[in-house]
């Protein structure tokens, strides 16, 4: 079956560019939006951003200055860098994918399991 | 952004109990939220879409009501594996947003 796993650097320093990759096996990422969310224990789980297998993406307004997401189909695997760190910025990022084929107003029915970020000196 | 309200935040309940959460959009989604549960250190799990469709392999005493801007998750009998935190979504604007989410603890 198809499962999602995302990778990051666990710490990140304040500043700096936070990098996550998430690696989609059992399946395609063709025809299929994937999403980033974040969860806090302070602000719960935040949307961050979604993408298409071909590259279109939706960010979310608040974050869409620091934020860039890609695809890489020869890969599998989707992307996503956060500039400029903050404290704020500390939580569990999940990849997500949105139910149903070539749309992006779903809900999200395959989460990885989340990988926690710290960022802090 | 849409803000999505939960209640209660959370509450205790015993097993074999019928449960309902609300979620209250401060405008309206249509049908477009869904319903999640979660669990200590998993991620959340996708329960109802669409306001009301099961999602496939979800135990079928879970059922969701609702449109445009109130929503209720209802689980008819209230199971061990069902105390775990749950969390409504609207999928209508943009940026998607979540509840705050209901924790069901035991009695």
């Known amino acids: 079956q198809v499962q999602v796993q995302e990778s990051g650097p666990g710490l990140v320093e304040p500043s700096a560019t936070l990098s996550l990759k998430c690696n989609v096996s059992?399946?395609?990422?063709?025809?299929?939006?994937f999403n980033w969310i974040r969860q806090t224990p302070g602000k719960g789980l935040e949307w961050i951003g979604s993408?298409?297998?071909?590259?279109?993406?939706v960010y979310n307004p608040s974050l869409d200055s620091r934020m860039s997401m890609s695809a890489d189909m020869s890969k599998n695997q989707l992307s996503l860098d956060l500039t400029s760190v903050t404290a704020a910025d500390t939580a569990v990022y999940y990849c997500?994918?949105?139910?149903?084929?070539?749309?992006?107003?779903?809900?999200?029915?395959?989460w990885g399991q989340g990988t926690m970020v710290t960022v802090s000196s | 952004a849409i803000r999505m309200t939960q209640s209660p935040s959370s509450f205790s309940a015993s097993t074999g109990d019928r449960i309902n959460i609300t979620c209250r959009a401060s405008?309206?989604?249509?049908?477009?939220v869904a319903w999640y549960q979660q669990k200590p250190g998993k991620a959340p799990r996708l329960l109802i879409h669409?306001?009301?469709t099961l999602q496939s392999g979800v135990p079928s005493r879970f059922s969701g009501s609702g449109s445009g801007t109130g929503f209720t998750l209802t689980i008819s009998c209230l199971q061990s594996d069902d105390f775990a935190i749950y969390y409504c979504?609207?999928?209508?604007?943009?940026?998607?947003?979540f509840g705050q989410g209901t924790q069901v603890e035991l009695k």
């Open positions: 669409a306001a009301s």
């Open positions: 979504q609207q999928y209508y604007g943009n940026p998607r947003t």
């Open positions: 993408i298409f297998y071909s590259g279109t993406t």
């Open positions: 059992g399946g395609s990422i063709r025809g299929y939006y």
């Open positions: 997500v994918r949105v139910l149903g084929s070539s749309s992006w107003s779903g809900a999200f029915d395959l």
């Open positions: 405008q309206g989604v249509s049908s477009y």
